[in-house]
């Protein structure tokens, strides 16, 4: 099965009157899906778009792999394990909530800020929270999560250049910004769409220019 999702059939929540605007790749909060809750372990792939002073005030979170990658601008995280983290363009963060956790996120910037967060379903509840961030992650440099059977590859093919997509059993693409073509005649892919693979060998992908996809390996 290898299905598209474009950017604007994604839901769209949030709440523009506080400068917050959130697109939902998957079921949540008050948008239910049934035929849409999760793709393997990935349950959430929102784009996040913050105004400067604005953000998501203390809030929990339990049983969640939270892996977040700052697009433009500075991310504020602060949480009940006592970090206090800017998290900046390239950087990624993963705050593994574990038995629970609270945390904050914000732009305290005086830019706009766009983030993407994934969360994923851990292979066993419970545990201690724990965060990682990696500062300017290197392209293809992959992020194992083991905790969820996952492993997400950051791409940033040149135009023209083509990408390999893991053998798994599951792979999940979300463009960040450019063009990529699924394959020499295939659909084409702009900043905000997702490709999701199962059951079948994953097909290349031709970048038509420069582009960022984050892509999980999901076993």
Known sequence: MISVQRSEDRFRGGDDATGIVSLHAFS??????PDNLRFGPV???????LAPGSGFDEHPHSHTEIVTWVVEGELTHRDSAGHAT?????DLQHLSAAAGVRHVERNDDSRPLTFVQMWLAPLEPGGEPAYTIVPALADSTPYPLPAAGATLHVRRPAGGERVALP???R????VVAGRVRIGDAGEELT???ALRISGERAPELLARDGAELLVWELR
């Open 28 to 33: 949540f909060g008050t948008f239910y899906d």
């Open 43 to 49: 349950m959430a792939c929102n784009e996040e778009r």
């Open 86 to 90: 800017t998290v900046r363009a390239g």
């Open 167 to 169: 053998d798994a059993d």
């Open 171 to 174: 792979v999940y693409v979300h």
């Open 191 to 193: 900043a905000g769409d």
